[in-house]
């Protein structure tokens, strides 16, 4: 079955900290995407990263950078310097790849707050 | 990327109603997937709608309560039947997104409160 762990529920870091979110899935596909989003308290739904399973390479994105590890089944999102504009709830999702159409599994997202 | 309008962005209804949630997208597309989001809780698929096809809901969700329309490639609505006060959440509808960024496009939501 396929799964995404977000085991960090909330986490408050002081503006200008760095944070990192977990995210940790179960999938016995063996080409599968990986996705953050984020949710602003307004409430949509933003796409920030997606990842093949076969790219394991690293990246990053202005303060935002992503480690997966698929010999872990891992795939953090690390914040540098966090800002206020930063606090949002966050959601790591596992997609198929068997076909266009596979479902999008969610994890229970980590709310973050940033405080300034 | 795909830009999706939803409506409406924000409801109350009385319980034992129904309401009619409705998604356009500016480009054709061929899946559109419809959410739910409980409060404070993550998003759960309810269904995946085709053009031309019956929906395919998920486990605990069905046609009767969330009867699905998918009359061309830009539209589709979901309709949630006799609510009642466990409906209250935000529902989504996303697409696949293979332009811009190979990702999935979510609508802004619709906030629903049955009272």
């Known amino acids: 079955a396929q799964k995404v762990t977000q085991a960090q529920t909330e986490i408050s870091v002081v503006e200008k900290e760095d944070v990192t979110l977990d995210c940790v899935y179960e999938t016995r596909d063996t080409t599968y995407y990986l996705f953050w989003y984020k949710q602003p308290p307004s409430g949509e739904l933003v796409f920030l990263i997606r990842?093949?399973?076969?790219?394991?390479q690293n990246e990053i994105s202005g303060r935002y950078s992503w480690n997966f590890q698929k010999s872990t089944s891992s795939f953090n999102f690390t914040i540098t310097a966090s800002q206020v504009v930063d606090s949002a709830v966050y959601f790591c999702?596992?997609?198929?790849?068997?076909?266009?159409?596979?479902?999008?599994?969610f994890g229970p997202g980590t709310s973050l707050s940033v405080i300034p | 990327s795909a830009v999706i309008s939803q409506k409406p962005s924000r409801d109350i209804c009385q319980r034992g109603t129904s309401l009619t949630i409705q998604c356009q997208v500016d480009?054709?597309?061929?899946?559109m997937f419809w959410y739910r989001q409980q409060p404070g809780q993550s998003l759960t698929l309810i269904a995946t709608?085709?053009?031309?096809?019956?929906?395919?809901?998920e486990s605990g969700f069905v046609i009767d309560k969330f009867p699905i329309s998918r009359p061309n490639l830009t539209f589709s609505t979901l309709t949630v039947s006799n609510m009642s006060p466990e409906d209250s959440s935000i529902y989504l509808c996303?697409?696949?997104?293979?332009?811009?960024?190979?990702?999935?496009?979510f609508g802004s939501g619709t906030r629903l409160t049955v009272v």
């Open positions: 999702a596992l997609g198929g790849m068997k076909t266009s159409y596979d479902k999008v599994i």
């Open positions: 990842r093949n399973s076969f790219d394991e």
């Open positions: 480009s054709q597309v061929t899946m």
């Open positions: 996303s697409v696949e997104d293979w332009t811009a960024y190979y990702g999935y496009t």
């Open positions: 709608a085709n053009q031309g096809s019956e929906a395919t809901y």
